[in-house]
């Protein structure tokens, strides 16, 4: 076709093809023609169909490419110099070596590409004009102004910048199909960049070396990821939904797990910090080691295996679940409400198994079957003395650690001064409310589960401080809502006291409280924080306390029955006797309670 002819064709086959200065070649629409050797044109040609071209490629013509139509280039080494003459409102699919030389790729003005093969040395400007989607190939040595959007695998070598289209960092990656894949192959560092995983099992793949995230890239996880390889970051990683690394990682800056959000890994270094936030959730149950911190917030939750002593975990607020307690060797940090949990999921339940903080914020958990010891080492400079930590069935097989809150720390009167009430034991001497003495038999307790307990049987009653009397009780006092106290010669149950005022039902509980009853030899009045109150009476058995065991070992299976004090009992308010009534609404006026209350 040298001369000023013009072939139009549907289809063809062609191991070569000149188009001369004078002629023209039209691909029509629906049409495919192909090339195994090679297209050398110096004319025009028009595609509206497709066109695929191998074995070499010149042309110093023009080709335009019409809407819908497709040139694909084969074993081709090219340059930016081979697409001099070419308009594409199509798309040209390269399976070649695209060399820029430095120079510049402006997708505006390029038109859409795919490609299969290698774009190295140089800038592509990627304004969003063409909806630009890389299904696969691989960027060798590239910077990139406007987002990357991924919708297959990319391949990264020696380096990949990406900033955006005003040429500032940072620049974005979007990965939002399905399986969207980018492999950074050998040690690379990613940094000042913006990558979104925000679409099923999408991944990231350190391909045979180390992929550094670095100081300046964040990397936002919101639907199902997976990282491969070796990964080391600097930077920041947020998770929101289920964030999977199957090869090892290294911490050196942030990882925050939102609510919802979930991050597992096997082999795991943190040398930086990890925060659950409320709802996150983390499994690392591989090595874990380093000398970062791990915070679990507003109720989050995470499950560790083996971890390095210089690791800090800090129960802001959370769950820590352990699946080898023996092998745990970090430092547990604010350990110290009943929001915290530790749960020695390896641990099966024993009532005769103790806790005690010892010298040096040492928690020992010894177990009754084999007398062996589990050391938890909290935070040598916290405050934890006089917490009062407990044992209780997870319900699953292990043993939790809590915190008790509710009741604990109501202080009770003994001849020595008033302890807490979680402190007591069998054996020790309490004063009654008429000046005698008791030995204490057994001290009873009953974990009560908030969210699957009845509020009006089990919520705490607070009787605020002089409620009763004039500093009776001497400061706010917590019982269950059964448990009696003394009020004008009247038995009266927590509950029947509730006004609204000085005396409430507790509205929101903490997730997990402990009841502690006080057993003597008989059913009598004890002092807790100055205010008469009964001891325990067997109106429920004893089989409902956490540590029924306890009082086996010590009496055997038998129960015995005590009988209650001759004394009236109030069960309910419509119960209660006018006058006394009467009396605690005067008491709650001259508390200034009622007053304001109106006001």
Excluded at 360 to 376: C, K, M, P, R
Excluded at 479 to 497: E, F, R
Aim: glycine share 12%; net charge negative.
């Amino acid at each position: 076709m040298a001369g000023g002819p013009v072939l139009s064709t549907n289809a063809g086959n062609l191991a070569s093809l000149t188009v001369g200065s004078s002629a023209a070649m039209n691909v029509l629409t629906g049409g495919h023609l192909n090339l195994s050797n090679g297209l050398t044109s110096t004319g025009h040609i028009d595609v509206q169909g497709s066109m695929t071209i191998g074995g070499g490629f010149s042309n110093t013509g023009t080709i335009d490419l019409a809407a819908g139509s497709v040139m694909q280039l084969n074993g081709i080494d090219l340059t930016l110099a081979d697409f001099a003459g070419i308009n594409n409102a199509g798309q040209i699919a390269l399976a070649s070596v695209l060399d820029l030389g430095g120079g510049i790729l402006d997708l505006a003005s390029f038109g859409k590409l795919s490609t299969s093969s290698t774009i190295v040395n140089g800038t592509i400007v990627d304004n969003g004009v063409t909806s630009q989607n890389w299904g696969s190939g691989t960027f060798d040595g590239i910077i990139y102004q406007g987002d990357i959007n991924i919708s297959g695998r990319l391949t990264v070598v020696n380096g990949l910048t990406v900033v955006r289209a005003d040429g500032q960092p940072p620049g974005t990656i979007n990965m939002s199909s399905v399986q969207a894949t980018l492999a950074l192959a050998g040690v690379q560092t990613i940094d000042a960049v913006v990558i979104n995983l925000s679409s099923t099992f999408v991944r990231l793949l350190s391909d045979e070396g180390l992929t550094t995230f670095g100081p300046n890239a964040v990397v936002n996880v919101s639907d199902t990821a997976r990282f491969y390889g070796s990964f080391l970051n600097l930077g920041q990683i947020d998770v929101a939904s289920y964030l999977t690394n199957n090869g090892n990682m290294t911490n050196d800056g942030v990882i925050t797990v939102a609510a919802g959000g979930r991050f597992t890994d096997t082999d795991f270094v943190n040398n930086g910090s990890v925060t659950l936030q409320a709802g996150g959730t983390a499994d690392l149950t591989g090595p874990l080691t380093g000398t970062g911190t791990i915070a679990l917030e507003g109720g989050a939750s995470i499950t560790l295996g083996v971890v390095d002593a210089q690791q800090t975990v800090a129960l802001v607020d959370g769950q820590l679940t352990l699946t080898n307690a023996a092998g745990f060797a970090a430092t547990i940090d604010d350990f110290d409400d009943a929001a915290d949990v530790i749960t020695l999921a390896n641990v099966s339940f024993d009532a005769g198994d103790t806790v005690t903080l010892l010298a040096g914020n040492v928690l020992q958990i010894t177990q009754a079957e084999d007398g062996s010891i589990i050391s938890l080492q909290l935070d040598p400079a916290g405050s934890y003395g006089g917490l009062p930590y407990q044992l209780v069935d997870d319900g699953a097989g292990g043993t939790d650690i809590v915190v008790t809150c509710f009741l604990a720390g109501a202080r009770i009167a003994t001849p020595k001064g008033e302890p807490a009430v979680e402190t007591l034991a069998a054996g020790d001497i309490v004063l009654t409310a008429e000046g005698g003495t008791r030995s204490v038999l057994w001290i009873g307790r009953q974990t009560v589960v908030a969210a699957f307990a009845d509020p009006l049987r089990t919520s705490p009653v607070r009787i605020a401080a002089g409620a009763l009397d004039e500093a009776i009780p001497a400061r706010d006092l917590y019982v269950s809502p059964d448990h009696a106290m003394l009020v004008d010669c009247v038995l009266v149950q927590a509950g029947a006291l509730v006004n609204g005022t000085t005396i409430t039902r507790v509205e929101h509980p903490e997730p997990r409280f402990t009841y502690y009853h006080i057993e003597l030899e008989d059913h009598a009045l004890v002092l807790a924080e100055g205010a008469p109150a009964e001891t325990f009476v067997d109106n429920v058995t004893r089989r409902r306390f956490d540590n029924y065991a306890e009082y086996e070992a010590l009496f055997g299976d038998c129960e015995a029955r005590l009988p209650e004090m001759d004394l009236p009992r109030v069960k309910s308010a419509r119960q209660l006797p006018r006058a006394v009534r009467e009396r605690l609404t005067a008491r709650a006026e001259a508390l200034g309670v009622l007053s304001a209350a109106a006001a």
